[in-house]
């Protein structure tokens, strides 16, 4: 379920005797089991405390969330992301010293092939990308 899903009414003077799962409607379209046990909890649930409409009045009061854009948006993502990678790898000197070195090598490995052994590179990494996929459709044949 998500927030989309759940349209909360205004509070008024006489919604302050209502039980907390009657000031939500909650859409019955594509629920799953855990929305069915969450809904159900909140019917069981106590009864709705009176706060002389003081959640009502704050909640009124909040601001509207302010709309940034989406390159600003993916820059707060990224950027954190971007560091926190760069200061990692700068812990892993040894670890990204013998990455390098490995790439170096096969590299080396690949320019030395012959057209055989391109053929043979080549068909093995279509075999295990059949593999690959036969086992994912089996997997979600399974599912259904």
């Known amino acids: 379920m998500t927030f989309s899903n759940i349209t909360t009414s205004k509070m008024t003077a006489s919604d302050s005797t209502q039980s907390a799962p009657e000031l939500c409607e909650i859409k019955e379209c594509g629920d799953d089991h ?3 046990f969450l809904r ?3 019917r069981q649930a106590q009864p709705y405390v ?5 959640t009502a009045q704050v909640i009124a009061k909040l601001p509207s969330p302010r709309k940034i854009s989406r390159t600003l948006e993916r820059l707060i993502i990224v950027l954190p992301c971007f560091f926190i990678t760069l200061l990692l790898l700068s812990q892993f000197k040894q670890l990204i010293e ?3 070195s490995w790439i170096i090598k096969s590299w080396v490995w690949l320019t030395l092939l012959s057209v055989n052994g391109w053929l043979q590179l080549c068909l093995g990494v279509a075999l295990l990308t059949l593999a690959g996929l036969a086992f994912w459709f089996l997997r979600e044949v399974d599912e259904l």
């Open 50 to 54: 009176d706060d002389d409409q003081f």
């Open 34 to 36: 855990f929305d069915v």
């Open 98 to 100: 013998s990455v390098v």
């Open 40 to 42: 159900e909890q909140m």
